[in-house]
Each structure stands twice: as structure tokens, then as C-alpha cells.
């Protein structure tokens, strides 16, 4: 198999990031690496589908990142995980000798491990620069559970399910493999209900989830966890407390500690961003500095660490989110592309603590609890696909209503030359109906 049929494979089934950024893989893959990075860390506390993953289909992940190095001509692929991880360390370990090209990479639990950028420093030493992307140092790296789905590619099955932990506030905390289009209520259901009144969901990891009130919204293509909190839970009041509110909190208690800034995991990889000194531009107009503008906020990954690291609770990633999106509204393009050439000298004593970072988020009582990899025993009788379920543009819908539709077919497309992924249907079933934003196929 060459580059373009690898390519045109992935193409074809549907493949996007499935570590929640859902960008299109086909698009990544179509570059000459010298590294490719299996992302197998899964940094946001309680989310359990990558571990298990690289635990179970050890063989086949690594058959797939081989056949990935050799097709892009790269001259290595690294597995990372996290030391922590260790039936799928045992189990990576027993199988990685048949492939002289792959090495494992173990880290410590600290977060964002999994943030691209800092992954690619802690495997191979290279910093990716300001507004770049790993491919800029010769890397492309790739989620576990997108390399499983390549595996599928390379058999000529298309994305139709999704791997999702179920956990927090529920009976059975769990992990299915289920159809995609299914509600999040079914998955509740499934591991045996919620353990609070009027729960509330974080669709995504507890960092940089987003909250989901609707139990009815469906499993999509980049849906990784399912978390189940009480309404009132710290997590949601916090991602929900109105960025006015927090800058006139900031205004008063903003002491210029700078701890946002010295735990802040793009500021550690050398790039000019300094929490700190935006927070001080939003309360006083002015760093007195010339280098530091608010179109350093663009440098943010919106990870949110710098909340728990500020003494007084503030939140100056709320903040860069609001500078960026008014940045974009007046035009306003990102200036900074610094390429460092090193790295902040206390780096290495920075990293932050998972166990840590759990504790403060009050997900104590919900860590260290197993959620295994469960059949699903539940009928499904309707799904609702999303045309978007991807970056880029919504996919157009080819499926008419009344239509009989298999499994594994495609029922929205990519125009040529866009950018996104086609959809392809989950059951065999009847198309209900369909409009630009979703379609529902009944099983029949
Ligand atoms: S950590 Fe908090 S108090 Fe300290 S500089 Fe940052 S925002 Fe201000
Ligand atoms: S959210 Fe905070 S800690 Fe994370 S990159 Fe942005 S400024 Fe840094």
C-alpha cells in the first residue's frame, strides 16, 4: 500500500482525531513525518477509553502505527502512555519487539501531558513554535483510538461506533463501545443511572469538556467521556461564571503572584504567553511592556490549568478565550510565530500533578474508580447523526427520507476540496428524516 491509498482509505471511512479536536486524520497523514506519536497519555482525569484500549488491542495498535511509519516513510513511531498505565505498558511492551521501527514512551501523570505540543517535547525533545503544529518539528501524532479506527480504515470498515467512558456520578461507572447517534441518556442508563437529582453532563474530560444539560444530545465521532455531576458541582460553576464577573474579581484580588504563568504549559515550552500579564492588561490597560499585547492570548490551548494554579481562583483562560474571539471579530490576526530554542529552565519541577489537579477539581470521590470496557446490552431503536461531527464544514446529507440504509453507508458527504469527513450510518435502519444540521435513521 502506498501514501495516497493509505490516505484515500482513511479518507473513506470517516476518520477524524478522536481525541476530541476531531480534525480530519486523512488530512494529517498526508505529510512526511520523521515521528509519528501515538497519543495514548489521556491527561484529563477520569476518562478510561485510551488505557484500555492499548491494553486489549495491543497487536493491532501496533501492527497499525508500523504500517503508519512505513507508509509516511517515517523513521520512528513512539507510543506514549503513562507510566501509570500498566496493563497497557505489559501489554505494549509484549508485542513491541516484532517492530524494530516502534519504541514505548512512559511519562509521569501530570497534565496537560496530552496537550500535543507538550507531548512532542516530552518524546522528542523538539518545541513546536508559537501557532505551529507538530508537523513544523517532523511529528504527527495521532490519538489511540484514531489509530484504532485506521486499523479499521486499512480493512475498509468506516467509523459507524465510538468508544465512551461513563463515570462520576453514576451506579456502574463504565466504558462502552456503542453506535454512534445513541443519547447520552442511554449511556447513563446503561451504567446504571445517575447517583444525583437533575445531574448535569461534561461531554469530555473535567478540563476541557463542555457542559452538556441536554441527556439527548447524541454520541458523536469526538465524544470521549461522559462525566456526571450535581448541578452545583465546582467544575460547572466554574466553567459557567460570566467572564464580566471574573474580570471584576480580577480587578480586586489579582495580586500578580505570576503562579498562572509558571505553571502555564505553553509559557514552559519558551512561547510568549504570560497569563499573568494579561490578566494585568484586562484590569489596568496597560503591562507597561511593549512585547506583551492581547494577541498573545492566541498562544492559549485553553487547557485551564492557570485557574488552579491562581491563589485566588481567577480564570485567565477565560479571559484569553474572550480576547480571542474578539481578536477574530475585529480581524485581527495572530502576529507570534517564535520558534524557541528552548525551553522554560524550570520546566521539569513545573509539571503539574493529575492527582493533584483532582483533588482540586473535587473529583476525589470519582478517581480510582474502574469504569471497564462493558457490552452494550441495550436495544437501539433510533440514531441522530450530526453532519458535524468534525472540524471544518458540516458534511452535506446524500440520504433521502424513506431511504433503507445499511450499516457502514454513507449518508453525508464532503464536497470535494472541503475541509471535514463524510458520515457514514451506524445501524441498518430507515432515514426518518434529514436536515442540513442532522439525520435520524430508525432501526427497520
Ligand atoms: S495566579 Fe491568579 S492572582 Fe496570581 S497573577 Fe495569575 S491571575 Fe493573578
Ligand atoms: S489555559 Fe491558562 S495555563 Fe492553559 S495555556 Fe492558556 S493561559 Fe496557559
Not at 203 to 226: C, F, Q, V, W, Y
Request: hydrophobic content about 40%.
Amino acid at each position: 500500500m502506498d501514501k495516497t491509498q493509505l490516505i484515500e482509505k482513511v479518507k473513506n471511512a470517516g476518520i477524524i482525531g478522536a481525541g476530541g479536536a476531531g480534525f480530519p486524520t486523512a488530512v494529517k497523514l498526508n505529510s512526511a513525518p520523521e515521528f509519528v506519536i501515538v497519543n495514548g497519555i489521556e491527561c484529563e482525569p477520569l476518562i478510561q477509553v485510551d488505557q484500555q484500549l492499548a491494553a486489549l488491542n495491543a497487536p493491532v495498535l501496533l501492527k497499525t502505527l508500523d504500517t503508519l511509519v512505513e507508509t509516511l516513510g517515517a523513521k520512528q513511531g513512539i507510543f506514549a502512555i503513562k507510566e501509570k498505565y500498566v496493563k497497557a505498558h505489559n501489554a505494549l511492551k509484549s508485542e513491541i519487539s516484532k517492530y524494530p521501527r516502534l519504541t514505548i514512551k512512559t511519562l509521569i501523570s501530570a497534565y496537560p501531558m496530552g496537550d500535543e505540543q507538550v507531548l512532542v517535547y516530552e518524546t522528542i525533545g523538539r518545541i513546536v513554535p508559537e501557532a505551529g503544529i507538530p508537523l513544523n518539528v517532523g511529528a504527527v501524532v495521532i490519538n489511540t483510538e484514531t489509530l484504532f479506527n485506521i486499523g479499521k480504515a486499512l480493512e475498509d470498515m468506516p467509523i459507524t461506533e465510538k468508544f465512551v467512558s461513563v463515570v462520576g456520578a453514576v451506579k456502574n461507572p463504565k466504558t462502552f463501545k456503542v453506535p454512534l447517534g445513541i443519547t447520552m441518556r442511554s449511556l447513563i442508563e446503561e451504567a446504571g443511572g445517575a447517583t444525583v437529582e437533575n445531574p448535569i453532563l461534561i461531554d469530555g474530560g473535567p478540563m476541557m469538556g463542555k457542559i452538556e444539560r441536554n441527556l439527548d444530545a447524541p454520541i458523536t465521532k469526538i465524544t470521549k467521556s461522559i462525566i456526571v455531576l450535581e448541578q452545583n458541582h465546582p467544575i460547572i460553576i466554574s466553567k459557567e461564571q460570566a467572564i464580566r464577573q471574573m474580570l471584576t474579581l480580577a480587578k480586586a484580588a489579582c495580586c500578580h503572584c505570576m503562579m498562572c504563568s509558571l505553571v502555564c504549559p505553553r509559557n514552559l515550552l519558551g512561547h510568549s504567553l504570560y497569563p499573568d500579564k494579561l490578566m494585568r492588561l484586562a484590569a489596568y490597560n496597560s503591562t507597561c511592556e511593549k512585547d506583551i499585547g492581547a494577541a498573545t492570548a492566541y498562544l492559549c490551548c485553553e487547557c485551564r490549568l492557570c485557574e488552579y494554579a491562581c491563589i485566588m481562583q481567577l480564570q485567565p483562560w477565560k479571559l484569553n478565550k474572550e480576547l480571542k474571539i474578539r481578536l477574530k471579530a475585529a480581524d485581527i490576526k495572530n502576529p507570534h510565530k517564535n520558534a524557541p530554542s528552548k525551553v522554560n529552565t524550570f520546566r521539569e519541577y513545573s509539571r503539574y500533578p493529575t492527582d493533584k489537579l483532582v483533588r482540586q477539581l473535587g473529583l476525589s470521590k470519582y478517581y480510582h474508580i474502574d469504569a471497564p470496557m462493558s457490552d452494550w446490552t441495550k436495544e437501539i431503536s433510533e440514531v441522530v447523526l450530526p453532519t458535524r461531527q468534525h472540524f471544518g464544514a458540516p458534511a452535506e446529507p446524500i440520504a433521502a427520507v424513506g431511504a433503507q440504509i445499511k450499516k457502514g453507508e454513507i449518508i453525508a458527504k464532503m464536497p470535494d476540496g472541503v475541509l471535514g469527513a463524510d458520515i457514514h450510518s451506524s445501524i441498518d435502519g430507515i432515514v426518518k428524516s434529514v436536515d442540513k444540521n442532522n439525520i435520524v435513521i430508525q432501526r427497520g
